[in-house]
């Protein structure tokens, strides 16, 4: 294990559900990642906390909210979603460090929209 | 747009060989790269890195090489087990650019299957 968690590992939803993804770090980091990764695609970055500020938004539909309440925690919210959202859902932590780039993966959550 | 790629999306080796799987990238500001092994049900996982000002770093039965001149990278592994299964990413950060957080793009992947 990295040292990164998240909850709940599978989550089928429909598409009027609301439901939120929650990543933990223990790692004593202070920027936070999420991806979505889907199936023969590279990894996409959906956003950056770094220090706790939002400061990255890779044109994501609004349909997907974070949430980073302090360094250690990141939430995704949810809400009518589309199948085409099914997807590995990836949290991520790094230090922020010059030149220092390395990120550590927490095992995904597993979405199904249906 | 800037990318990272890989030749080969499958590669088959005996168990015991040496395993050597390719990334392409495009970006010549990139000035760090990682290579990840991610497994069934896992996330990705650091094997190794190296900067842009080195052509080649060694870890534990693995070899990353970076060709500037070309724009290549590659990740070694020495006498592969069936535990090196899994599909392996190559990734670049794209130059600080003013940013303090790392800023990875990913390659598509390519599976690795070590046969017993």
């Known amino acids: 294990e990295t040292g990164v968690t998240q909850t709940p590992r599978h989550l089928v939803m429909g598409m009027t559900n609301k439901k939120s993804l929650k990543c933990e770090q223990h790692l004593g980091h202070n920027a936070m990642y999420w991806y979505k990764q889907s199936a023969k695609k590279p990894l996409e970055l959906m956003f950056v906390?770094?220090?706790?500020?939002?400061?990255e938004n890779n044109s994501v539909p609004s349909r997907f909210s974070p949430e980073c309440p302090n360094s250690s925690h990141l939430f995704l919210h949810l809400h009518t979603l589309q199948p085409e959202d099914s997807a590995l859902y990836l949290c991520?932590?790094?230090?922020?460090?010059?030149?220092?780039?390395?990120?550590?993966f927490g095992p995904g959550t597993r979405l199904t929209v249906t | 747009g800037e990318s990272v790629g890989l030749h080969l999306p499958t590669l088959s080796v005996q168990e015991g060989d040496n395993s050597i799987i390719n990334c392409a990238y495009s970006?010549?500001?990139?000035?760090?790269f990682i290579w990840y092994k991610q497994e069934s049900g896992k996330g990705p996982q650091f094997i190794i890195d190296?900067?842009?000002?080195?052509d080649k770093r060694q870890g534990q039965r693995v070899t990353v090489l970076l060709n500037k001149t070309v724009k290549h990278l590659s990740l070694q592994i020495a006498a592969t087990q069936p535990g090196d299964s899994a599909v392996y990413f190559c990734a670049e950060n794209l130059g600080a650019g003013g940013t303090s957080y790392g800023k990875l793009t990913f390659g598509q992947g390519t599976i690795l299957t070590v046969h017993p």
């Open positions: 970006n010549s500001a990139s000035d760090y």
């Open positions: 991520a932590s790094s230090q922020v460090h010059q030149g220092e780039y390395e990120q550590y």
């Open positions: 906390y770094s220090l706790e500020e939002r400061v």
């Open positions: 190296i900067r842009s000002n080195m």
